[in-house]
Nanobody, 127 residues
């Protein structure tokens, strides 16, 4: 069975950095898509970033572009999210997701297109 496990969340001050990791087991996703989503209290889940492993195609939400970087380690079947210049509005539970298909760019930010989800890791940014 596919299992996604996030780690790296925590409490940081505004302007600080965190690096999230998502380790996948049960199958490889090198030919498909993995992404990060987040949900803040009282808000809908939103896309953050995604990567199509085979070609390195990436997507970033406008709110994080230039501050966050998504990357992968194919050998370890792991995707990372480097978060710099964190803001209080980045506070949320961050979820890792994986798709069985190589999503086209316009679908990479749509939660409904992903097949597997992790349990989430809390990121809290203080002002």
């Amino acid at each position: 069975q596919v299992q996604l496990v996030e780690s790296g969340g925590g409490l940081v001050q505004a302007g600080g950095s965190l690096r999230l990791s998502c380790a996948a087991s049960g199958r490889t996703f090198s030919g498909y898509t993995m992404g990060w989503f987040r949900k803040a209290p009282g808000k809908e889940r939103e896309s953050v970033a995604a990567i199509r492993w085979s070609v390195g195609l990436t997507y970033y939400a406008d709110t994080v572009k230039g501050r966050f970087t998504i990357s992968r380690d194919n050998a370890k079947n792991t995707v990372f999210l480097q978060m710099n210049s964190l803001k209080p509005e980045d506070t949320a539970v961050y979820y890792c997701a994986a798709s069985d298909s190589p999503l086209i760019f316009s679908y990479m930010s749509r939660a409904g297109r992903y097949d597997y989800w992790g349990q989430g890791t809390q990121v809290t940014v203080s002002s």
